[in-house]
């Protein structure tokens, strides 16, 4: 079983800038690929990237490309999403979650963190 506990979430400007923690209880952490998932009132939760378990590969959707940065300390258990130039449909409760390497789906998520961009 593995914990996730995200941190960061809050309030800002369009075009402003947040950056999102999610500590992870297991000492398998470089076992997992990490994700950052996005949930907007009203709409179905969203994949916004994910990192391979050595950090060698990224993968982001097309709305945060060039705006969203993902990173992960594997020796912190920690991976985090820096969010640049946000912008009101940013607007979401963000979720970090877990997939091991056999796996092929997403096998653990985290509370979430209400991130919230006012125009």
């Known amino acids: 079983q593995v914990q996730l506990v995200e941190s960061g979430g809050g309030l800002v400007q369009a075009g402003g800038s947040l950056r999102l923690s999610c500590a992870a209880s297991?000492?398998?952490?470089?076992?997992?690929?990490m994700g950052w998932f996005r949930q907007a009132p009203g709409k179905e939760r969203e994949f916004v990237v994910g990192?391979?378990?050595?950090?060698?590969?990224?993968n982001y959707a097309d709305s945060v490309k060039g705006r969203f940065t993902i990173s992960r300390d594997n020796a912190k258990n920690t991976v985090s999403l820096q969010m640049n130039s946000l912008k009101p449909e940013d607007t979401a409760v963000y979720y970090c979650a877990a997939q091991l390497w056999t796996s092929r789906s997403y096998d653990y998520w985290g509370q979430g963190t209400q991130v919230t961009v006012s125009s």
């Open positions: 297991t000492r398998t952490f470089s076992s997992y690929t």
């Open positions: 990192i391979t378990w050595t950090g060698g590969r990224t």
